[in-house]
């Protein structure tokens, strides 16, 4: 039984959320969900930012892309017509980067979710009711 827990653990480790999107260049079709075989059209996907799109029906991507049409729902935003890049479900896309999805984002670059605030030097962290004159 350790054997199996240890390779479970190797397995779950090996599996990284990735912090680079993905770039899906899919096939724009005349007739609404006209795809080939091996391709699905993107109005199927689980992405909302790929299905929900108005030219979602015209546009057709390779069934195996995990990304577009797996179980978990990846953060998609469209470039241009049937192209698409996304982050994997739980992340958001910063610029040319995912971040964890409770990660600001700032300028294109993934920060902290907490910031705590400094004040410059030479500053004082003084209460208000201690600067605030007493009367008034």
């Known amino acids: 039984m350790h054997g199996l827990l240890g390779w479970l653990m190797v397995t779950a480790t090996a599996v990284a959320i990735s912090d680079i999107p993905q770039a899906f260049q899919c ?4 007739n609404p969900c006209d795809c080939a075989d091996g391709f699905k059209c993107c109005n199927t996907s689980t992405s909302k930012g790929v299905k ?9 991507c390779p069934t195996n892309d995990t990304l ?3 179980s978990a729902a990846a ?3 469209e470039a241009k017509k049937c192209q698409y890049t996304c982050c994997e479900a739980g992340m958001k ?3 040319s980067e995912c971040c964890d999805a409770t990660a600001k984002c700032v ?12 004040p410059p030097s030479g500053c ?6 201690e600067i605030m004159p007493a009367g008034g």
């Open 27 to 30: 096939t724009s079709v005349a």
């Open 52 to 60: 929900n799109r108005e030219d979602a029906e015209h546009c057709c």
């Open 68 to 70: 577009l049409f797996g």
């Open 75 to 77: 953060v998609c935003v």
């Open 93 to 95: 896309l910063c610029g």
């Open 107 to 118: 300028e294109g670059k993934c920060g902290s979710s907490s910031t705590t605030m400094k």
């Open 124 to 129: 004082s962290q003084r209460s208000w009711w």
